[in-house]
């Protein structure tokens, strides 16, 4: 298994850019004042687009924190549903994933 310090470093590195991204979108969805109905209309498809990216980086900063968590107890890289350790490449691919392949695909049905 990849030295659990290196994932912990990972997961820790993602969760601040995301913070950081986050304050980036508020600071954009907060700069769209244009009194110009046109403007408006465009800054408003735009920002339907940032709203749903930021709603997608607090869910995965909840996920990547849960991780965290996991990691502190010792739990990660188990299946927090059916005990199984997760795959390394699955880890690899989802760092914060609670779930194995089995148990995330009878969760999304």
Not at 56 to 84: F, H, M, P, Q, T
Request: aromatic share 4%; net charge negative; proline share 4%.
């Amino acid at each position: 298994m990849t030295d659990i310090l290196a994932r912990k470093a990972q997961l820790q590195d993602r969760l601040e850019a995301l913070q950081v991204r986050l304050l980036e979108i508020d600071a954009e969805l907060d700069s769209h004042q244009s009194r110009d109905w046109e403007e408006l209309a465009v800054e408003r498809e735009g920002d339907e687009v940032l709203e749903s990216e930021g709603r997608a980086g607090k869910a995965e900063i909840l996920a990547i924190r849960a991780a965290l968590d996991r990691i502190d107890n010792g739990s990660y890289g188990d299946c927090v549903r059916c005990g199984e350790p997760i795959s390394e490449p699955r880890l690899d691919l989802l760092p914060f994933t609670p779930f194995c392949a089995d148990c995330a695909h009878t969760v999304e049905k």
